[in-house]
């Protein structure tokens, strides 16, 4: 989580933990609003808010599975339609791979070298997510995808600057020239 890194200067004390968890909350689902709150997306804001209540309000470790469950159940009992999305299932699955399949997959191999190791993390990821995926891309989508892996290698490195681009252009848009050449090098990067 990025906007923890952002929020580290406030003191261990139980009202800057208050405060962190109310403004990581806020934020993300402004974001996800500002994003038109996909299924998918909706499922990170959910999964995410629990996590930040349960570390910095009650000072608890959220499990994986539960607060994956419980994003289910709140989200289709907010809306039943969710179910048969194609996004909330891929979704789902996704990170149910990612859970159960991802740390014994990367456990069976252990690169010396960082950046070998960066990219073995994702490859393990991508095959975790993948495993699960599968029978809902085939059903939807009558293929496999055979370029996942490598697809995974480039665009979430990227999507991640982008990302990171996108929010550093909101922090600089008061300023004309600034968000001009930000906005510029995000756009170009979009492009690609």
Known sequence: MGGLQL??????????????ALLLIGV????SMLTGASASVLRSAV????IAAGNFL???HVSPYNNLAAAAFLLLAFNPSFL???GFQLSFLAVAGIQICYRPLYRNWAPKWKALNVAWQLVAVSLAAQAFTLPVCLYYFRQFPVYFLPANLVAVPWSTMLLYGELLLMAVSG????AGWVG?????????
Do not use: Y
Request: proline fraction near 2%; aromatic fraction near 24%; avoid cysteine.
């Open 7 to 20: 929020l580290r200067w406030l003191p261990k004390r139980r009202w800057s933990n208050i405060l962190r």
């Open 175 to 178: 300023w004309e020239w600034a």
């Open 47 to 50: 999964m995410f808010t629990a």
């Open 58 to 60: 009650i000072n608890r």
């Open 28 to 31: 993300l689902w402004f974001f």
């Open 184 to 192: 510029w090098a995000v756009g170009w990067g979009s492009k690609g």
């Open 84 to 86: 048969l999305d194609a």
